[in-house]
Antibody
């Protein structure tokens, strides 16, 4: 069973850059898209974007101006960076595996436990 | 963006009840619709994909139906373990989730 574990800074000041990394255990990055999904307090889930093991990316239109994603196949890890954060970016962030590498497989079958990122001055 | 609207936002039910949650899309999503269950402090768990395909290991009391812009998740006989929040997700165009339906004990 694939396990995902994410880490990064849990408290940021407004305007700083959020940086999260996710390690994949018990499986390979190969052949999948890997997504980031967040849930702000009291709100629903929001898909942030995805990165393929080849490095290809797709981002949410509402966030694409501020985010970038990358993979490090040598470490079996992938990462998220989000620039110029505000209080509205406060959320639990999950790293997630898509079912496959086809856009018709953009549903999510393995989730990391999530990390709370708080943006506050 | 395709907007997903779930109803109701909260549902109170007894163990053994038949429960139905509705998800409406602002545009046609074909059959590319998934459902998830989330319990407090836990990550969401995939229940159903492609509208009606049950994920491996998910009890058969869960079922999904619909097409285009209207979809439903049905729990045929609610069990104690089913009290949770449920989300729909379209993946026809990028991905968006519904606002969630919290199923509470009555």
């Amino acid at each position: 069973q694939v396990q995902l574990q994410q880490w990064g800074a849990g408290l940021l000041n407004p305007s700083e850059t959020l940086s999260l990394t996710c390690a994949v255990y018990g499986g390979s990055l190969n052949g999948y898209y890997w997504s980031w999904i967040r849930r702000p307090p009291g709100k629903g889930l929001e898909w942030i974007g995805e990165v393929h093991d080849s490095g290809g990316t797709n981002y949410s239109p509402s966030l694409k101006s501020r985010i970038s994603m990358s993979v490090d196949s040598s470490k079996n890890q992938f990462s998220l960076k989000m620039r110029s954060v505000t209080a509205a970016d406060t959320a639990v962030y999950h790293c997630v595996r898509n079912r496959g590498s086809d856009w018709k497989q953009r549903f999510f079958d393995n989730w990391g436990q999530g990390i709370l990122v708080t943006v506050s001055s | 963006d395709i907007q997903m609207t779930q109803s109701p936002s909260t549902l109170s039910a007894y163990v053994g009840d038949r429960v139905t949650i509705t998800c409406r899309a602002s545009q046609n999503t074909g059959s590319l619709l998934a459902w998830y269950q989330q319990k407090p402090g836990k990550a969401p768990n995939l229940l159903i994909y492609k509208t009606s395909t049950l994920e491996s290991g998910v009890p058969s009391r869960f079922s999904g139906s619909g097409s285009g812009t209207e979809f439903t998740l049905t729990i045929s006989s609610l069990q104690a373990d089913d009290f949770a929040t449920y989300y729909c997700q379209q993946y026809s165009s990028y991905s968006t989730f519904g606002g969630g339906t919290k199923v509470e004990i009555k």
